[in-house]
């Protein structure tokens, strides 16, 4: 008896059931994934890093990273180009719903392999780290353009842009998609 005493006695203290409203939508917790603590990038899926994944191979020797102001210019064009297309109202929402932390490094990196200028690529293939983005030609125009806004900041001769934009064109290949 005092069993059923306690149960009536805990059942008027509990407050009444919540009733579940059908039209509720359910809220799934969604988890932020959790940026590197020492290079502050988002994490990605394991892939085989290899210097062939930069898409071009390397000039030949180093008059053309010496053109690009060797390692310090590299990483000036890399940024800018980053912070010119983040405000460029043609392609800044394609750069600002992916890892500019990344981005900044990659492009580094890529840049400085293709120019000679002794680093390795460590980033994906052009044509999985592109895939179902969506891009057209006309992103990639402009995306070529604000390179080249970038390289004439550096002060970049014309003749050595188009060395490396000549490198960089077959690119297209594996990055518009349609």
Same mark, same amino acid.
């Given at each position: *008896?005092?069993?059923?005493? +306690?149960?009536?006695? =805990?059942?008027?203290? *509990?407050?009444?059931?919540?009733?579940? &409203?059908? @039209?509720?939508?359910?809220?799934?917790?969604?988890?932020?994934?959790?940026?590197?603590?020492?290079?502050?990038?988002?994490? !990605?899926?394991?892939?085989?890093?290899?210097?062939? $994944?930069?898409?071009? &191979?390397?000039?030949? $020797?180093?008059?053309?990273?010496?053109? /690009?102001?060797?390692?310090?210019?590299? #990483?000036?064009?890399?940024? $800018?180009? !980053? &912070?010119?297309? =983040? +405000?460029?109202?043609?392609? +800044?929402?394609?750069?600002?719903?992916?890892?500019?932390? #990344?981005?900044?490094?990659?492009?580094?990196?890529?840049?400085?392999?293709? =120019? $000679?200028?002794?680093? @390795?690529?460590?980033? #994906?293939? *052009?044509?999985?780290?592109?895939? &179902? *983005?969506?891009?057209?030609?006309? @992103?990639?125009?402009?995306?070529?353009?604000?390179?080249?806004?970038?390289?004439?900041?550096?002060?970049?001769? /014309? #003749?050595?842009?188009?060395?490396?934009?000549?490198?960089?064109?077959?690119?297209?290949?594996?990055?518009?998609?349609?």
């Amino acid at each position: *008896m005092s069993l059923l005493l +306690s149960l009536l006695f =805990l059942a008027q203290e *509990m407050p009444p059931p919540i009733e579940a &409203d059908p @039209d509720a939508v359910t809220r799934i917790p969604f988890e932020e994934p959790q940026r590197d603590p020492v290079t502050g990038e988002l994490p !990605v899926d394991p892939y085989i890093q290899d210097d062939e $994944n930069a898409g071009a &191979d390397p000039f030949k $020797n180093g008059k053309m990273a010496a053109a /690009f102001h060797g390692q310090d210019g590299i #990483r000036r064009i890399a940024d $800018n180009l !980053v &912070d010119i297309s =983040l +405000s460029d109202p043609r392609i +800044s929402d394609i750069f600002k719903a992916h890892d500019t932390v #990344r981005l900044r490094r990659t492009l580094f990196e890529q840049f400085c392999f293709i =120019l $000679n200028a002794g680093c @390795d690529y460590s980033g #994906r293939d *052009m044509k999985t780290a592109h895939t &179902d *983005m969506g891009l057209q030609r006309g @992103d990639l125009n402009a995306l070529v353009e604000n390179l080249q806004k970038a390289m004439d900041q550096e002060g970049i001769a /014309f #003749r050595s842009q188009n060395r490396l934009l000549s490198k960089l064109a077959p690119m297209n290949r594996d990055i518009v998609e349609r």
